[in-house]
């Protein structure tokens, strides 16, 4: 995780963004194996669960690739880290 200083949201409230980089993958399925939710499996060997914000739908379609995104606010959800994705680049390698 890197610190990318100050980031203004929506509300005009400047909150701390920082880049993740890493793999986007499936983190949870429903019965018929249906992709219900994504995460970044990091560089830094941490897991990150994607909040379903606007471009956390967006992101679906990068699963297996790796990307570099931007993140505003991250919270923890069943033991995890949580992220909203604020932008993100599509990385060919490493």
Do not use: H, W
């Amino acid at each position: 995780m890197r610190d990318n200083g100050d980031c203004q949201n929506s509300g005009n409230k400047v909150k701390r963004c920082f880049s993740v980089s890493g793999v986007i993958v499936p983190a949870q399925y429903d019965n018929d194996f249906r992709v219900l939710s994504i995460k970044i499996l990091s560089t830094d060997e941490k897991e990150y669960l994607i909040e379903n914000n606007v471009i956390g739908k967006i992101l679906f379609q990068y699963q297996k690739r790796f990307v570099k995104v931007t993140c505003s606010a991250f919270k923890f959800q069943n033991g995890k880290e949580s992220i909203f994705v604020k932008d993100f680049e599509v990385v060919d390698s490493f």
